[in-house]
């Protein structure tokens, strides 16, 4: 299974930008997708994330800008982004994991986003 992530790109502050996720192949129910960033010089960090029940978790610094959702039927995951700020710069990289049988942790090759202020 391979993830493909789309969507970055440069963007004005206060600007929006919709990122995507599609997997090829065939995932699994129970599973969760999640959204990461990686900012130059910074570490990983989790976005956001969404079971394939609906269940939903943002970081802090993203709530009540960022929407994530996913669409099981397309094995697709969507990660809405408003009131952008140049603080939000960074690669975007999504992630499926499952921890039951069949487990799994698939990254997807990242996607860049850039908030000029």
């Known amino acids: 299974v391979q993830l493909q992530a789309s969507g970055g790109g440069l963007v004005q502050a206060g600007g929006s930008l919709r990122l995507s996720c599609v997997a090829s192949?065939?995932?699994?129910?129970?599973?969760?997708w999640r959204w990461y960033r990686q900012a130059a010089g910074k570490q990983r960090e989790l976005v956001a994330g969404?079971?394939?029940?609906?269940?939903?978790n943002y970081a802090d610094s993203v709530k009540g800008r960022f929407t994530i959702s996913r669409d099981n039927a397309k094995n697709t995951m969507y990660l809405e982004m408003n009131s952008l700020k140049p603080e939000d710069t960074a690669v975007y990289y999504c992630?499926?994991?499952?921890?039951?049988?069949?487990?799994?942790?698939?990254w997807g090759q990242g996607t860049k986003v850039t908030v000029s202020s």
């Open positions: 992630n499926a994991q499952r921890l039951y049988i069949p487990q799994y942790s698939y």
């Open positions: 969404v079971t394939s029940g609906g269940t939903i």
């Open positions: 192949g065939r995932t699994f129910s129970g599973d969760i």
